[in-house]
């Protein structure tokens, strides 16, 4: 546990926080979109024919061309087709073709080439009608759950929560839990809103949840409402925080010890202890520096003295975080004044016996 004195200094390296994010293997993914047909895809196949004898029989009626003697193309729509597991579909005269891999444009060149021998100057065109294997897959705290498809765009993550009809709460309550293959991470949907490198590109069989998870900071001691507040806005200062409490008791607070307890990583707290020397006990933390060398988070202790102009200033600067405690001590004198209440009430139970005696 370290205790900080907070100075200039000190709320100039808290300003230089940096919430956990994303792993870079997600922000830096090398994913380019595509339209490559996958297994599972739905795919339309519609042939046209010209001249000659015809291989299928089309659903539009055969038509003059504007050139004298020369027919219209027959459009002729194959049933969907749904690519199976081994990539391919079956197109009559052609057989069982691999489409898996290829783009609509590059399977309809290789149907092409297989009915070429066929009919006449055929011409085939492949339409992605079922996008079922491009997809991602968007729940929890939204307003419409489903599987949203991948386009060329390269959708990110608040594509999805837009696709999703957005989230059910406000976004200071809700956080973002992205699944991806054997990782899992969650952030604040806020904070993903804020940094666009949170919002990273969506891949093929992502989970996007959205998790209501309220932000709260609590508040004790000698104020006028000791209570857990909710982070209502994006952002809280200390010095608001307090406000929210009603500020301190007159008779009771002492503004001069206000404390704020929280846990800071690791890295940052070595950081931290490093910027002002005066604001700590440099014999106890360098006794301790080893102990963060693990990883784990510190728990670090920010004392503020509201007594001096510059306090208030610096409770200004500083932000409060998920599941802070404000604590604003007592004064000296009220000691004093709980001794005096005690005393009263002896004094006061003998004043009483004496007098129902000589009655």
Known sequence: MFVVKVTSLVTRALSQYQPPSFPQAFRLAKYTPSVALKPGDTIGITVYETAGSTLFQGTVPPMMTGTPGMPAPQASTL???????????????VGRVHVAGRTPS???AVIQDGLASQTVRPQVVVSLVGNTANTVSVGGEVNKAGLMPLTLRGERLLDAVAWGGGPKFPAVQTDLRLMRGQQVVSLPLQQVMSNPGDNVVAQPNDNIVLVRNPKTFLVMGATQKVAQYPFETEQVTLAEAIARAGGGIDVQANLGGVFLFRYEPARFARTLLAADRQAVDTTYVNARMAALEGGMDAPVIY??????ADGYFFAQQIQLRDKDVVLVTNADSVQFLKIMQVVRSITGAYYDLTRSTNY
């Open 79 to 93: 049933p969907l087709q749904i690519v199976e597991a081994d990539g391919k579909v079956t197109v009559p005269y």
């Open 106 to 108: 590059q399977a309809a």
């Open 303 to 308: 004392r503020i003295d509201l007594t001096q």
